[in-house]
T-cell receptor
Framework: AQKITQTQPGMFVQEKEAVTLDCTYDTSDQSYGLFWYKQPSSGEMIFLIYQGSYDEQNATEGRYSLNFQKARKSANLVISASQLGDSAMYFCAMREMDSSYKLIFGSGTRLLVRP | DTGVSQNPRHKITKRGQNVTFRCDPISEHNRLYWYRQTLGQGPEFLTYFQNEAQLEKSRLLSDRFSAERPKGSFSTLEIQRTEQGDSAMYLC??????????FGPGTRLTVL
């Protein structure tokens, strides 16, 4: 069965610094997709970045980048130049590659950006 | 606003009562998903629709839960005879098949 593990329940980062949020995954599929979502206190899950298992380059979206290490089965999120508005829960997720494409989520990391 | 919307945003009910939530997906999306998120956890899959057909239900979806998506547009999730363990955030997401899912703001259910 597919599984996502996020081992950091909470993280602090100083404003304007970079921070890495860890994510490891377990799957026997050769083809899979990995996502990061942000969940502010309002509750909505906001899509940040996507990495496909066959993508040769690490995904980037503005200040977000995904450090994808396939052999280690890790997909860490790097946020550069942290802003106060980045304070939120962050979830790593894997997409099931059956016909459902449902998402399997980790338990999340709460990030707090200090001014 | 063309995003996913959910109503109500908050629902407080007494144990044993029935509740119904509504989700309006992004209009051109043929897939609609329901997830449940308990405190301190990530969302867990409940069920999904392709157009009006409900194609998969999780083991988490007990007999007291039922979901519909008439005409392949909005969806409703009903919980009958609510229990305190049903207290959670219920999230709806929509997508085109195979593409990223866009989530609504969720409905927070509290069962007293």
């Amino acid at each position: 069965a597919q599984k996502i593990t996020q081992t950091q329940p909470g993280m602090f980062v100083q404003e304007k610094e970079a921070v890495t949020l860890d994510c490891t995954y377990d799957t026997s599929d050769q083809s899979y997709g990995l996502f990061w979502y942000k969940q502010p206190s309002s509750g909505e899950m906001i899509f940040l970045i996507y990495q496909g298992s066959y993508d040769e380059q690490n995904a980037t979206e503005g200040r977000y980048s995904l450090n994808f290490q396939k052999a280690r089965k890790s997909a860490n999120l790097v946020i550069s130049a942290s802003q106060l508005g980045d304070s939120a829960m962050y979830f790593c997720a894997m997409r099931e590659m059956d016909s459902s494409y449902k998402l399997i989520f980790g338990s999340g990391t709460r990030l707090l950006v200090r001014p | 606003d063309t995003g996913v919307s959910q109503n109500p945003r908050h629902k407080i009910t007494k144990r044993g009562q029935n509740v119904t939530f509504r989700c309006d997906p992004i209009s051109e999306h043929n897939r609609l998903y329901w997830y449940r998120q308990t405190l301190g956890q990530g969302p867990e899959f409940l069920t999904y629709f392709q157009n009006e057909a409900q194609l998969e239900k999780s083991r988490l979806l007990s007999d007291r839960f039922s979901a519909e998506r008439p005409k392949g547009s909005f969806s409703t999730l009903e919980i009958q005879r609510t229990e305190q363990g049903d207290s959670a955030m219920y999230l709806c997401a929509s997508s085109l098949a195979g593409y990223e899912q866009f989530f609504g703001p969720g409905t927070r259910l509290t069962v007293l």
